[in-house]
């Protein structure tokens, strides 16, 4: 599905940045690339800085993964000390090898497999062993194809034809005749001096293909690994053999050896007829990559980066993963084509492979090397059998030939994604590309996990569930894929349930993912059946408008948030015969991720209504009032609260303040020291913009004064026409009705303009701060409540996973070191700059990239959001630097904090998080777990009085406690204004830092006024602390007991016990 690329440029708000709706797919129609615009790699003149900057750090990356020749002097010498060993080793008769193996698979642990296969293969098989005729470098390393740090040397180990007898190529001979091969090898080699370890593998998790992995000892030890690879003497078997047509398994053995009495002929054999032909063409491949005519040397320097790019996206591992050789070959295809030249870089390689991934359509038109009649011939053979089809220069292997479908479209997808960044111009373009990690928790938006799956391999399983998907959810998803399958032990006794459990991600299209309505095909069509057959008793024939009756299947449109689930797991149910308790989701709502404590349930969607209706009763009287000196020109609603951006609505303040007998001072209740203490209730921020000219103002103190006059002016008109309880503070206005308390800031038309003039006849003076200032927060007000709601309209998940990173920040007990308006700003430039990945479509996985940023951004290097040029000021910015363009000097949001030391624990902290998500899992368990307040982390824990410690009015509420509106609007007729965003914990944290902050640092939770505070003493002080001479170790302890002193008086009576720990 193709989707719009849309692009906004805004320079006067807090962020500009490119913003980006999705990726423009473009559809190739032939294999055949065209010498279009793109291929030719074109760029503007805008993107040339970015694109020479992107080339250098690509050749420097390419100088860096080249072997030295120390390195190749010793990998040489290695071989030369395997082929004296190999050398020496006697043949053996078939009886002898054959026992010989029985005893040797016991001993490598490779029983159950080896038994398998000897249920396979006819019991008149013949073996001789014969030492191997050769030994030979391949693969990646002799190419200079090679990435690290996973440095892996291919051996060739050349089997002689006398090994495989008449026969050889029937039902898995092949594979037991190369096992023993192996087998007798490995007996030699494992009490090798030069051999450290010996492992055996999947080559590529293909239990086909069975190699040897050598640890070598020395110099090479920890270096690199060595694999040796067996492969059948030249002309020992007639490559025609190997064709998808022809058949080599007989379906009676076969399915005898795995209990099933079926009679029947042969079954079809292409994928096994490909592992065998792998191994025939191995050296003609190898030799056709060291032709430079074919290969260049700047073509394998752009494959180089290739496999990085894979490798950072988690391509290249697993069984029907995107191998080396094939990118080798389609670079090689492109050189043929004459789509890369000679004297072109590696980054312009790399570019026209990118481009080439994004255009081209092997799943509708294969592609050879192999132009010989045979070849073209094999080629519409290897159509019919696979459904990703390369073929290689024999004409007789298809490397694509273990491709599932959902591997084309990864690579294709992640290469639309990079053509984009390519285009875009990134600074960060390289970077971005080849060394950022895509690891896949966050490649998609949701998540699946099947268990328990009756000893199903989930390479059997995944055909079938990803067909299901496709076909269920249709154009609601842009991409499914699966997760790289983990394998516990490959050869125990246990090969049969040897891998974990199957995950599989889905991309969601955006606004697609709650439809209830999923309309088929018309009642009277062909494709009806199968769409009846599919949806079984779900399908139901209804009318719609213009197309007449059609299948349809109708899911329960009560609660939208679970459709998209319910679907997944009734499709899983019927057709794949797994029930919903054996799945795994990471769709958790958003009422779960951010529960409220004590099990209440969440009553958001009344809070919200009631909260706006309050707000639309303000603005109406507002609006209604006439009898001034001055006109109200416009009211406008700001704060995280109307932006959807706070963690918790505010609750309706009830009754508890009229039966709390609390004085009342200047119109408001203060809480005594020894009454009950009630809930302090937050405001809600607006602010009313005056029609007042300030051309004739000449100093602050007269715009204050004005200001003040129109607060009171304004407070008295509400309380007298509209009976509202009204309190005029400093530069703005306390309005209580319907429970809430709204401040209502002050504003006139020309400030901005009369502050700016003011701040320059100021220069060199103190109004001159005091005026920028002013400034500044004005524009933040506007323009954060302006840009963040165009981000939550924008992006459907923003609003929650601000949320939820926010409640993390909390509960992490960072309130007051880590500001809201930076994590605001945090979550903005993910979802801004997605890259590279998509923009999450679910609060889960944006506050899994979250975790990430802070875990692994260079916060110490480089600030957030900022232009290549401002690095050279970053030694003089704070720990965590966000820039925006309007504050380039960080002072409106890090100035303040957090800390270097506080940066480093946040860091930490986001790290610890992250691996708990990802070794666990995206489920309700570790989310708990990550939201819990821990106090063993702390040095000091200052317990707090339950009863002296106020709430803000953010505590749930039941939904059944609903009260009818007399009651309702009894609650709200307060004689004074509520306590306004008091918080009694946030004045004693302030109060310790002030007077102890040379000591330690102090830890709070804002959402909830947590009931403790913790402390964690500074390094210089934890070295006092922590000395071992008796003499300052006594000094020590005694000044950590005057400073607990101190805790407690300033605590008063709201602290109940101190711990140190």
Same mark, same amino acid.
């Given at each position: ?783 954060? $409540?302006?840009?963040?709601? #165009? *981000?939550?309209?924008? !992006?459907?998940?923003? /609003?929650?996973?601000?949320? @939820?990173?926010?409640? =993390? ?37 944006? $506050?899994?990239?979250?975790? #990430? *940023?802070?875990?692994? !951004?260079?916060?110490? /290097?480089?600030?957030?959001? @900022?232009?290549?040029? =401002? ?191």
């Amino acid at each position: 599905m193709k989707r719009k690329l849309n692009e906004e440029k805004s320079t006067d708000k807090i962020i500009s940045e490119k913003v980006h709706n999705g990726i423009q797919v473009s559809n190739g129609t032939s294999a055949k690339l065209s010498c279009s615009k793109d291929a030719a790699l074109s760029v503007d003149y805008q993107s040339t800085n970015f694109r020479t900057t992107a080339e250098l750090e690509a050749q420097a990356q390419v100088n860096v993964l080249k072997n030295s020749p120390q390195l190749k002097k010793d990998v040489n010498a290695f071989l030369a000390l395997l082929k004296k060993q190999l050398r020496v080793i006697p043949e053996a008769s078939c009886e002898d090898a054959v026992a010989t193996a029985v005893r040797l698979a016991k001993e490598f642990d490779v029983q159950q497999y080896f038994e398998m296969l000897v249920c396979l293969v006819p019991s008149n098989g013949k073996f001789t062993f014969a030492p191997p005729n050769s030994l030979r470098l391949i693969g990646s390393f002799p190419l200079e194809l090679n990435v690290k740090p996973n440095l892996t040397v291919d051996i060739a180990v050349e089997v002689p034809k006398a090994t495989f007898a008449e026969g050889s190529l029937n039902t898995y001979s092949y594979h037991l005749k190369m096992l023993l091969f192996l087998l007798l090898i490995a007996s030699k080699l494992r009490t090798s001096k030069f051999v450290k370890q010996l492992n055996w593998e999947f080559f590529h998790d293909d239990p086909r293909k069975l190699i040897i992995v050598l640890h070598p000892k020395g110099d090479l030890d920890g270096r690199c690994i060595f694999h040796l690879i067996a492969y059948p003497e030249e002309g020992t078997f007639q490559l025609e053999k190997f064709a998808p047509s022809v058949y080599h398994l007989n379906a009676e053995r076969f399915l005898k050896a795995f209990g099933e009495d079926i009679k029947g002929t042969n079954l079809a054999s292409h994928f096994y007829n490909q592992s065998i032909a792998r191994d025939a063409v191995m050296m003609q491949i190898f030799n056709y990559l060291e032709d430079e005519e074919n290969f260049p040397k700047n073509a394998r320097a752009g494959v180089q980066l290739l496999r990085l790019w894979i490798r950072r996206r988690e391509l290249d591992q697993g069984y029907g993963c995107v191998s080396c050789t094939f990118l080798s070959l389609f670079v090689c295809y492109l050189v043929k084509e004459r789509r890369i030249q000679s004297h072109w870089t590696a980054w312009d390689v790399f570019k026209a492979a990118i481009f080439a991934f994004s255009n081209i359509e092997l799943e509708n038109n294969p592609v050879t090397l192999c132009q010989s009649e045979n070849g073209l011939t094999l080629l519409n053979e290897f159509k019919s059998a696979f459904p990703i089809v390369f073929a290689d220069p024999t004409g007789y292997v298809n490397v694509c030939a273990h491709w599932h479908a959902s591997t084309w479209r990864m690579l294709k997808h992640e290469a639309l994604l990079a053509r984009q960044m390519i285009e875009n111009a990134d600074s960060e373009l390289f970077t971005r590309l080849c060394l950022q990690p895509v690891p896949f928790a966050e490649k998609f938006d949701i998540y699946f996990t099947l268990i328990d799956m009756y000893g199903l391999t989930s390479e059997a399983i995944w055909k079938d569930v990803y067909d299901c998907m496709w076909t269920a959810l249709g154009d609601r998803v842009l991409l499914i894929g699966k997760n790289l399958v983990q394998y516990e032990n490959k050869m125990t006794s246990n090969y049969v349930n040897f891998e974990k459990a199957l995950t599989f991600g889905i991309l969601i299209e955006s606004g697609r993912k709650n439809d209830f309505v999923i309309r088929g095909p018309a009642a009277n069509l062909p494709e009806a059946v199968n769409f009846r057959r599919f949806w079984g008793d779900k399908s139901h024939m209804r009318k719609f408008k213009s197309y007449g009756i059609c299948e349809t299947v109708l899911f329960d449109s009560s609660n939208v948030r679970s459709i998209f689930g319910d679907i997944v797991y009734y499709v899983l149910n019927r057709h794949i015969k797994i029930s919903r308790k054996r799945i795994i989701s990471s769709d958790i709502s958003e009422e779960f991720c951010l529960g409220l404590p004590g099990g209440y349930r969440f009553a958001e969607k009344r809070l919200r209504l009631s909260l706006h209706a309050a707000m639309a009763k303000v603005e109406k009287c507002l609006q209604l009032l006439t009898d001034m000196p001055f006109q109200i020109c416009e009211l406008t609603r700001v704060g995280s609260i109307f932006s959807d951006l706070e963690v918790y609505y505010p609750v309706p303040v009830d009754l508890q303040y009229n039966k709390l007998s609390l004085p009342i001072i200047n119109g408001c209740f203060v809480p005594e020291a020894t009454a009950k203490v009630p809930p302090w209730c937050p405001s809600c921020e607006m602010m009313m913009i005056i029609d007042i000219k300030c051309r004739y103002l000449n100093s602050l103190s007269e715009l204050r004064n004005i200001k003040t006059g129109c607060c009171i002016q304004v407070s008295e008109q509400l309380r007298k026409r509209f009976k509202l309880l009204c309190q005029p503070v400093e530069k703005a206005i306390l309005i209580f009705t319907n429970g809430y308390v709204f401040r209502l800031h002050v504003s006139f038309k020309s400030e901005e303009f009369f502050l700016k003039n003011l701040a320059e006849e100021k220069k060199n003076h103190a109004a001159e701060l005091e005026t920028e200032s002013m400034i500044r927060w004005k524009q933040a007000l506007f323009s954060q $409540f302006e840009v963040y709601v #165009r *981000l939550r309209l924008q !992006f459907e998940s923003f /609003s929650a996973t601000v949320r @939820l990173a926010k409640r =993390w920040v909390a509960n992490k007990m960072l309130s007051g070191h880590f500001s809201d308006e930076a994590v605001e700003l945090i979550i903005a430039s993910l979802f801004l700059t997605p890259q590279p990945f998509t923009e999450s479509r679910h609060h889960l996985i944006g $506050f899994l990239r979250f975790l #990430r *940023l802070l875990s692994t !951004f260079p916060w110490s /290097s480089e600030p957030l959001m @900022l232009k290549q040029q =401002w690095r050279i000021v970053r030694p003089t910015l704070p720990p965590f630097c966000l820039l925006t363009p309007d504050d380039q000097s960080g002072a409106r949001w890090t100035r303040t904090g957090p800390s270097s030391i506080v940066a480093d624990y946040i860091i930490r902290r986001a790290a610890f998080d992250l691996r708990i998500l990802q070794n666990d899992g995206l489920t309700t368990s570790t989310l708990r777990k990550i939201m819990h307040s821990s106090k063993q982390v702390f040095d000091v824990v200052i317990l707090l009085s339950r009863k002296r410690n106020l709430q803000p009015t953010v505590a749930p509420v039941e939904e059944e406690n609903t009260a009818d509106d007399g009651k309702a609007n009894a609650a709200y007729n307060l004689k004074a204004l509520p306590v306004v965003d008091f918080s009694p914990v946030e004045f004693y944290v302030r109060q310790l830092k002030e007077n102890y902050g040379q000591f330690g640092l102090f830890f709070w939770n804002r959402v909830f006024s947590s009931h403790f505070v913790g402390v964690l003493w500074n390094n210089r002080f934890r070295k006092i602390i922590q000395h071992q001479k008796d003499q300052q170790k006594i000094q020590a302890t005694a000044c950590t007991d005057e400073i607990i002193k101190g805790f407690y008086a300033l605590g008063y009576d709201l602290v109940k016990r101190i711990v140190v720990q």
